[in-house]
């Protein structure tokens, strides 16, 4: 059975599952956001009305937790519909493009601010 995340009846962390889990988000989020969120063949945003995208979604928090997987599909889901600001047609005074380096800053701090 696959472990379900944010059960807290289990009081130890499983690091092992937690790193696994953090791998696959992260490889989701560079295929999603980084690749295809640069590739000018791809949209810039795949447009859902409001109330569609609620549906889409499902970001209701479940008093036992969810499967990681569930958890993973969630992370595609929400990169999916999202508008890509590093798209070259994207055009906007506040975006211009992925700062790579200035990225893994914001990935190293957050990593190290344990105080989620």
């Known amino acids: 059975m696959e472990p379900i995340v944010g059960d807290l009846s289990d009081p130890l962390i499983n690091h092992a599952e937690g790193q696994l889990f953090l791998h696959e988000a992260y490889k989701i989020i560079v295929e999603e956001v980084l ?31 969810e499967p990681q997987e569930r958890l993973l599909q969630r992370v595609r889901d929400v990169a999916k519909y999202s508008i890509k600001t590093s798209h070259p047609r994207f055009f906007n005074q506040q975006f211009a493009g992925v700062d790579y380096h200035s990225l893994a800053g914001r990935f190293l701090s957050e990593a190290l601010n344990t105080n989620l």
Not at 41 to 59: G, I, Q, S, T, Y
């Open 35 to 65: 690749c295809k969120g640069t590739d000018v063949k791809e949209k810039v945003c795949e447009w859902k009305e409001p109330e569609e995208l609620a549906l889409l979604l499902d970001l209701e928090l479940r008093e036992k937790g």
